[in-house]
């Protein structure tokens, strides 16, 4: 059918066919630009075939079409075929706009469905008030279609305004679309099974809630385009359960929330920021795949954990919020990397890999969980001036602590290991060890410092830890009730400092010969008028071991300030004695009963 000038069709009375082709003839567009008008309007469904304009004269001209015109009715037009909105007249904005009018007086829905492609000359606008919805579906869910137009979603700053857009099973939108939308406006977005929204979404408008329904496997996004709605009251993208979102391309996604229910997966493919929270499902099944370096501004299981999250070879997760993480298991593989640059609290279990995975610490961090359980992690770093804090068993290769004020805290509620080496990252001695675990023993299973030696080790009031290998520092402080076991020698640049109430115990490395704490610096008088009460193995039982060899001489308050515990088949006495100098040394003498 041409149409060569402004038309109305009435929808109660024209049902139209399916193969029936609008042609919308522009001739006429020598006249002051010429906008040629087809309305479609009245209680009814309208079948169409495709729609094409043609024979533009002026750059200006423009065809529109309109679907609902204010009357209390309920109008749909289905469009079968393709839309080509492009008129020759060279023009890049919209040579055809289609308007899904629902916003007037009477009460009545606007339905505008488009079964095969749209060109990018094609614009839809969709209008609604509190009583009418509009409705855009692209796609009839059986055949792929593609719109590459513009769709603005609510043009209208009316209370209550309602509209809709269903891309459909297969289907694909790849112009942009704006949000738009004010004054307690809702718009909903429904993705099904295969569908793809991969044009820029913005909000010029400020709208005020915003639904992205994931009914099935669907995609966000491609090359650079964003989807932003940071201007909305509520933006939510809620991804229903065994179905998975995946975020292609580099555009930052900015929403409110992310949410997953049931075994919902939040999959990402394309390198960028996601600017939003996500919460898990109550059954504990929800996952986040990472398979492109992605930062994560947001808190992650909000309200509710996510099961999973899994962060693909060679790939970074970032987490650049404050808001926190709570995912049960993280599991990296090989090359991976987990970077904390917001000051949060991370909880759940981190799973290392062999090859490579790394733990980036470069904001003050609390993992409240295991740090490589099952497979180590191979490298941890704490950046300058941060403060990485783990309550629960801790497995990594090599931890390194940047600077002076990098520090590792141990604090669990309970029994604590620690597997791997912890070493500054140079010879000047850097960074600081904590055990403030007061609830239950800490235990170091490798060395501590023995590549470049720490700066200090301090031994939390009321704390129990064991080292089972070498420990290098400045300094070694034990405060008060602390209680340590060395089952291998420590070495201190500086000093080392014991109070009242401190327990020091010897394990069966040390026997005849053998020296517990050497010290470059001047431990003199750091003992005097303390209790301090120092336990053997059994396996001492003749000569001499050396408690602590001092860099100076030791003053006769500081050997009685420590009370040597007597075995039932030894006597241990304690004096000053020669360590290379004489009474540079708190000397151990066994003697059997």
Known sequence: TLIANSTTIDAAAVAGHVSKDIV???????????????????AGTVNLGGITTTDSV?????????????????????????IVGDDGNGQAASDLNITIDAAHANAGDSTLSIFGNVDASTGVILQSDSDGTATLTVGDGTNAAVFAGTINLNDQATDGAVTVLNIAAGSTVSGAIDL???DAATTTINLAAGSILSGAVTDTAAATLITINVDGDATIGAGSAVFNAADATSALIAIDTAKTLTLAGTGTVTVDD??????????????KTIAADIAGAASNTATLDIDANTTIAGEVGKTVALATANVATTKTLTLSGTSGYNVTTTTLTADSNFKVTGAQTITGDIIGHATTTELDIDANTT????????????????????TLTSTGDYSVTATVLAEDDSVLIFNAAGAQTVTGTINGADAAGEGDLTVSNNDGTTTFASAIGGSFALDTVALGAASTTVFNSTVEAATLDMAATSKVTLNAKATLGGEFTSVTGTTITLGSAFVDGTTAIETAGDSTLNFSGHTITVNLSNQFTTGTVTLLDNNATLATADATAFNVTDTALVDYSLDRGTAGTANFGLLITANKR
């Open 58 to 82: 002026a750059t200006g001209d423009r065809a529109s079409i309109t679907i609902g015109s204010g009357n209390a009715a309920s109008t749909i037009v289905i469009i079968n075929g393709a």
């Open 367 to 386: 993992i409240a969980g295991e740090v490589g359980k099952t497979v180590a992690i191979v490298s941890a770093n704490v950046a300058d001036g941060i």
């Open 258 to 271: 992310i949410t997953m229910t049931g075994s919902g997966t939040l999959k990402v493919t394309g390198a």
């Open 24 to 42: 919308l003839d522009m001739t006429n567009g020598a006249v002051d630009p010429a906008v040629l008008a087809l309305v479609v309007t009245g």
């Open 180 to 182: 738009a939308g004010e």
